[in-house]
């Protein structure tokens, strides 16, 4: 069974502002307050991530760093070419990592 999407997202490739909505039990929980710059939406997806595994919730936080990976990667050819090699190197890094514990 698919597992459902704890993130919903709202790209705006003229302005380059990214919103999104973290849902649990379909909840708005967190959001990212409305069209923010990319780069500091992304940053606080991680930010997110970062607060759930530190609340004991690590699947969650794994569930949402999988689904920033799958959205970052799609954003990357629509972005500066700095955040899009940003993008690059942390979704490898991501994607190793996530190699190396299965």
Do not use: F, H
């Not at 997806?45 to 920033?68: C, H, P, Q, T, Y």
Request: glycine share 4%; net charge negative; charged share 40%.
């Amino acid at each position: 069974m698919a597992k459902k999407k704890l993130l919903r997202w709202r790209w705006d490739p003229e302005t380059g502002r990214l919103a999104w909505e973290y849902v649990r039990s379909g909840v708005p929980v967190a959001t990212s307050g409305g069209e923010v710059p990319v780069r500091k939406a992304l940053s606080a997806l991680i930010d997110l991530a970062d607060e759930l595994e530190e609340s004991d919730r690590g699947d969650e936080a794994e569930r949402v760093m999988e689904e920033w990976a799958a959205l970052a990667w799609s954003l990357k050819d629509q972005v500066d070419a700095e955040l899009k090699r940003a993008i690059e190197e942390a979704c490898t890094e991501w994607w190793d990592a996530d190699n190396e514990e299965e």
